[in-house]
T-cell receptor
Framework: GNSVTQMEGPVTLSEEAFLTINCTYTATGYPSLFWYVQYPGEGLQLLLKATKADDKGSNKGFEATYRKETTSFHLEKGSVQVSDSAVYFCALKKGGTGTASKLTFGTGTRLQVTL | EPEVTQTPSHQVTQMGQEVILRCVPISNHLYFYWYRQILGQKVEFLVSFYNNEISEKSEIFDDQFSVERPDGSNFTLKIRSTKLEDSAMYFC??????????????FGPGTRLTVL
């Protein structure tokens, strides 16, 4: 079945440091890939997405590229801020036709950014 | 900006009791979902719902669970007889469409269920 593997957290960085959170997936067909972020006390918010191979999703300075050859969708940001402290979830949704498609999530990676 | 809301934010119950978790999806959305996250574990899909019936359900969603859209705005998850292992954060989500890869699922803030 489909699965998502994320790097273990927590990740602690100083402000302005470079961020990478690794995500790899196993899926049949051509899934869509997502990064969701959860700020303290809030729900999951879509951060960025990519729907086909070699697509790059980007938002708020974060980027991730859909790499079919390595089945990866690593999240990167060049310069993190304290306000980026949150839990980040990698997820996939299977492609194709059918009824409502579920999201398959990774375990989440907590990011803590300090001054 | 429209958002998914969930009530209560925290529910404490005794083992064997019934609980109903409530969600108000975004008003023009057609697809509804429940997920849960046991502390320290992955967010897991429970069930999806469209056109007043279940579209897909996971192995977790056994006979103890049911979903309902009683009045066109609320979407509820009922656990008939709670077990200790049902303790988790339950997330409701909704989307405008179901199958297209680009359609976002919007999530509520979650209900933390604690079974004693």
């Amino acid at each position: 079945g489909n699965s998502v593997t994320q790097m273990e957290g927590p990740v602690t960085l100083s402000e302005e440091a470079f961020l990478t959170i690794n995500c790899t997936y196993t899926a049949t067909g051509y899934p869509s890939l997502f990064w969701y972020v959860q700020y303290p006390g809030e729900g999951l918010q879509l951060l960025l997405k990519a729907t086909k191979a070699d697509d790059k999703g980007s938002n708020k300075g974060f980027e991730a590229t859909y790499r079919k050859e390595t089945t990866s969708f690593h999240l990167e940001k060049g310069s993190v801020q304290v306000s980026d402290s949150a839990v980040y979830f990698c997820a996939l949704k299977k492609g194709g036709t059918g009824t409502a498609s579920k999201l398959t999530f990774g375990t989440g990676t907590r990011l803590q950014v300090t001054l | 900006e429209p958002e998914v809301t969930q009530t209560p934010s925290h529910q404490v119950t005794q083992m064997g009791q019934e609980v109903i978790l409530r969600c108000v999806p975004i008003s023009n959305h057609l697809y509804f979902y429940w997920y849960r996250q046991i502390l320290g574990q992955k967010v897991e899909f429970l069930v999806s719902f469209y056109n007043n019936e279940i579209s897909e359900k996971s192995e977790i969603f056994d006979d103890q669970f049911s979903v309902e859209r009683p009045d066109g705005s609320n979407f509820t998850l009922k656990i008939r007889s709670t077990k200790l292992e049902d303790s988790a954060m339950y997330f409701c989500a909704s989307s405008l469409a179901g199958t297209s890869g680009g359609y976002e699922q919007f999530f509520g803030p979650g209900t933390r269920l604690t079974v004693l």
